[in-house]
């Protein structure tokens, strides 16, 4: 059983086009996460929701928009997508923002807008 | 504003040696540390948890230190192996209530049989 779970894993589109990348945690986790690693590897926080409320907002374009429906799920949508947005992106979930476990990491979805 | 530093940027070592890889935080006042492995093409490992009133966690071959108020952490491998083979990321948690962890920029390992 995968723990955190990203679709898809490898996305290929055509700049301004709009695309999603959907996550599910199946741990009974409360807080889940959106981090972005870039081409020099360097991994940075975008988003985090905690019981499907909002409790981060890193300075990400607005074209990037997070939704939780339920707190086993967050979503990631992005408008309008440029050539800069191609990355990994990871998902990952944790207990709560303060406890003291640590995280659980997805295994990515590699973008690429050509 | 906390910053992550993991010196070397990487590093090759024959097998079989015993190595240790550098984390320094600039803000002392941390959460907790986490060390992951990432494999390429690959998602993150969590390898070893460390609170900030712990001064070390062991799991098998890995042990992993922190000193929080020199803002160091070092994650130590014993006898090698190749499947070793990895980027190793270091994470810290801040104080704060969000969660958030600022990752350093990893030591991409190869351990040559």
């Known amino acids: 059983d995968t723990a955190v779970s990203q679709t898809p894993k490898y996305l290929v589109t055509q700049m301004g086009n709009d695309k999603s990348i959907k996550c599910e945690q199946n741990?009974?986790?409360?807080?889940m996460y959106w981090y972005k690693q870039d081409s020099k590897k360097f991994l940075k926080i975008m988003f985090s929701y905690n019981n499907k409320e909002l409790i981060i907002n890193e300075t990400v374009p607005n074209r990037f928009s997070p939704k939780s429906p339920d707190k086993a799920h967050l979503n990631l949508h992005i408008n309008s997508l440029e050539l800069g947005d191609s990355a990994v992106y990871f998902c990952?979930?944790?207990?709560?923002?303060?406890?003291?476990?640590?995280?659980?990491f997805g295994s990515g979805t590699r973008l690429t807008v050509v | 504003k906390q910053e992550v530093t993991q010196i070397p940027a990487a590093l090759s070592v024959p097998e079989g040696e015993n190595l240790v890889l550098n984390c320094s935080f600039t803000?002392?006042?941390?959460?907790?540390l986490q060390w992951f492995r990432q494999d390429p093409g690959k998602g993150l490992t969590s390898l070893l948890l460390?609170?900030?009133?712990?001064r070390e966690q062991t799991s098998g071959r890995l042990n992993a230190s922190l000193d929080k108020s020199s803002g160091r952490s070092t994650l130590y491998i014993a006898a090698s192996q190749p499947g070793d083979s990895a980027t190793y990321l270091c994470?810290?948690?801040?104080?704060?209530?969000?969660?958030?962890?600022?990752f350093g920029q990893g030591t991409t390992l190869q351990v040559k049989p």
């Open positions: 741990l009974g986790h409360d807080t």
């Open positions: 460390i609170q900030s009133s712990q």
């Open positions: 990952a979930s944790s207990q709560g923002p303060g406890h003291v476990n640590g995280y659980t």
């Open positions: 994470a810290v948690k801040g104080s704060s209530n969000t969660g958030k962890l600022i």
């Open positions: 803000d002392s006042a941390i959460y907790n």
